[in-house]
T-cell receptor, first 114, second 113 residues
């Protein structure tokens, strides 16, 4: 139970374009989802908390206009990296929040901006 | 801001050896979780410890939560190459009225055959 599906698993985009990453809770409803960023050989850094039907809460230092989050339904949150640049290249991971099974995470999205 | 210090950051050992990973904080957490992450994958929950002094065992892995709920340890007995991976501790805390996971920096474990 409490499966989180993240798509795509890998994406390569050109500098200046936007990329959308989807995070779906497959067998539960998630009023709150979390988006993390992970640099190579580093830990997960919380970027923002996605709230269903309301604005996301961003962590200090995270650009709201750069990383747009939409949580329009109880099973889907999206992260859009706008006007991507090479420094945005990273591993992005979403979490479906706390469930009976604990916190479960998506399998991550490797973003490469060229 | 709640922070978790995890040590060591890197650990390379031979098959059959024992090891301990530590996770320390000056903050109290309602619970603490340990995850294992493979390259290119999301972290997978191993265990959650809730009660101060709690000890949980998962086969060759032993997890302990400090009495004050500020620290935790992961001990692996007779490590095997299949144990290789990134181990992350994460504290469940409250920030700004919301529950959040705070991750340690992780321990990259390599078990050599």
């Amino acid at each position: 139970g409490a499966v989180v599906s993240q798509h795509p698993s890998r994406v390569i985009c050109k500098s200046g374009t936007s990329v959308k990453i989807e995070c779906r809770s497959l067998d539960f409803q998630a009023t709150t989802m979390f988006w993390y960023r992970q640099f190579p050989k580093k830990s997960l850094m919380l970027m923002a908390t996605s709230n269903e039907g309301s604005k996301a809460t961003y962590e200090q230092g995270v650009e709201k206009d750069k990383f747009l989050i939409n949580h329009a339904s109880l099973t889907l949150s999206t992260l859009t990296v706008t006007s991507a640049h090479p420094e945005d290249s990273s591993f992005y991971i979403c979490s479906g929040g706390r469930t009976f099974y604990g916190y479960t995470f998506g399998s991550g999205t490797r973003l490469t901006v060229v | 801001t709640q922070l978790l210090e995890q040590s060591p950051q890197f650990l390379s050992i031979q098959e059959g050896e024992n090891l301990t990973v530590y996770c320390n904080s000056s903050s109290v957490f309602s619970s603490l979780q340990w995850y294992r992450q493979e390259p290119g994958e999301g972290p997978v929950l191993l265990v959650t410890v809730v009660t101060g002094g709690e000890v949980k065992k998962l086969k060759r892995l032993t997890f302990q939560f400090g009495d004050a709920r500020k620290d935790s340890s992961l001990h692996i007995t007779a490590a095997q190459p299949g144990d290789t991976g990134l181990y992350l501790c994460a504290g469940v805390g409250t920030q700004g009225g919301s529950e959040k996971l705070v991750f340690g920096k992780g321990t990259k474990l390599t078990v050599n055959p």
